[in-house]
């Protein structure tokens, strides 16, 4: 039986990528990769030791689960690799993190089909 959500999802995936998305650099040490990705974001909300609410705010990249290949594996992102954007002619470097013990990444749809990837701008 055809799983018309999931046919839907894939659908919904192409069209975002061709039409809202943007050219990345992801980076593992030496090893890069370009992506097309779209851009979000998430909000943590962090409660410290004091009782203190603070609020972390992560520039997300969602690129295609398959697109993530580093010397011919695919890969899964992981707290210290590293994405260039560059927007005009400046690039920014962000950080694959997130706050406390928070995943660093998700997949962003029920099929995992695309992985949300949390960052921080580092440079």
Known sequence: MVDLIQNGIQWLAGRLHDRASRTVEYHR???AVSLQAI????????VDS?????RYESRD???PADALVLAGEQIV???GDWIVETIGVAPLTYEVMAPENEPVWAYADAYHQMIRIHTKQIG
């Open 29 to 31: 040490g030496q090893d």
């Open 39 to 46: 851009i979000g974001r998430t909000v943590f909300e962090i």
């Open 61 to 63: 990249f969602i690129v």
């Open 50 to 54: 004091s009782g203190i609410v603070e």
């Open 77 to 79: 992102p992981r707290r």
